[in-house]
């Protein structure tokens, strides 16, 4: 059997976590080596095949399956223990394979869980809807005149159409680098995501801001209170707060 | 504002566009672009001693939200929105092609999420 790693934890897995089933079914359930926990469980190392996938029906079944299980247990564990989580699809040959991952990378191990320790990743994004944010007069067809022609004044409509889309995008940018300003400095550590394909996300307008932020569990109120201040849905500003999520998005080092 | 809990994912989001009249009872659920944001994009990278066969994770994301996210499904759904929205309504036409050629198995994929199984017996012979 092979072994999956979930994620790196100081403490072995509750009780709780224990009585789960990982991504193959397995009950899930920890190797300690040097003060250190892997969250693991055992799979047949066949369901992992090397082949390059093809992203056929059964490699979206399979990667759907490993997503949800994946993310159920890590998210088991972030309740009442500082959690590293790895990336899916992490596999070792066996336990012994993973206490030498533990040993070998116990300093960048200990040294990431300092950083997230005591501390709850949230995400914001801030979501603006085209058409109602901040309609200024310019921003209104012009008049083009009683001799244009009806070609002219689609072109002249076209043009401020266009115009007036540029100003409010130039206007939803600036806001989302100032809501993410507010909001890094209530964080420890915050990363800007790239937006989300709306037909997966199912948001309207433009998410102009999609970001991550590593909050101390004392100052939670406070980033929701910076989210509530910019919320601001007759001007076509909306807020979305999602978490407390395990800290996904600061288990890595920010490259520079 | 929309306050979303990260608890559980996935079934969540999917089921909004997939016509299921329960998925609207959970909005307290993590969207699956979160999820996927967050699994398959970020946590620790370790090499590990297997290259797991999802390895081509972003040709799968790709196909999963286009599985999941189709085009047609979601005009069927009567969100057509995006084609008004500059950012992506290129892609959206880029995307259309192969959508239709998803679609097939999409729609193998989607009826048994609605029924049982396996069909109940009609009744036993001796009853």
């Known amino acids: 059997m092979a072994t999956y790693v979930y994620a790196i934890t100081r403490r072995p897995a509750p009780e709780r976590v224990r009585g789960m089933r990982g991504v193959s079914g397995e009950p899930v359930r920890s190797i300690e080596h040097g003060g250190l926990s892997a969250i693991v469980g055992s799979v047949d190392p066949r369901r992992f095949s090397e082949e390059p996938a093809r992203g056929g029906e059964e490699d979206l079944r399979a990667l759907e399956g490993l997503l949800r299980a994946h993310h159920r247990v890590v998210q088991a564990l972030a309740g009442d223990t500082t959690v590293l989580p790895l990336r899916l699809g992490t596999v070792y040959r066996g336990d012994e394979r993973v206490e030498a991952l533990l040993e070998d990378r116990r300093a960048e191990f200990e040294a990431t869980l300092e950083r997230i320790a005591g501390r709850t990743e949230w995400g914001v994004k801030l979501l603006v809807d085209s058409a109602a944010f901040d309609a200024e007069p310019e921003d209104r067809e012009p008049d083009a005149g009683p001799a244009a022609g009806a070609g002219t004044r689609y072109l002249l409509r076209r043009r401020s159409e266009e115009r007036s889309r540029q100003r409010r995008w130039d206007r939803a940018a600036a806001l989302a680098d100032q809501v993410h300003a507010a909001l890094d400095a209530v964080a420890a550590a915050s990363r800007r995501h790239a937006p989300q394909d709306a037909r997966l996300s199912g948001h309207r307008g433009w998410m102009v801001l999609n970001g991550a932020y590593l909050v101390d569990q004392g100052r939670d109120r406070e980033l929701l209170a910076v989210v509530r201040r910019f919320d601001d849905p007759e001007r076509g500003v909306r807020l979305e707060l999602t978490g407390p999520w395990a800290p996904y998005s600061f288990a890595e080092e920010e490259r520079a | ?127």
């Open chain 2, 1 to 127: 504002m929309t306050v979303t809990e990260a608890t559980t994912g996935w079934n969540s989001v999917r089921t909004p566009l997939r016509r299921d009249p329960g998925a609207l009872a959970h909005p307290s659920s993590a969207s699956l672009a979160d999820v996927l944001e967050r699994v398959l994009d970020k946590g620790v990278i370790i090499a590990g001693d297997i290259r797991v066969n999802l390895l081509d994770i972003e040709l799968l994301t790709i196909r999963v939200r286009l599985l999941i996210a189709s085009v047609d499904r979601a005009r069927e759904m009567g969100i057509d929105w995006w084609e008004h929205d500059p950012t992506l309504s290129s892609r959206a036409h880029d995307l259309a092609e192969e959508n239709r050629q998803l679609r097939a198995r999409l729609e193998e994929l989607e009826p048994p999420d609605h029924e049982p199984p396996g069909q109940e017996p009609e009744g036993d012979e001796d009853g």
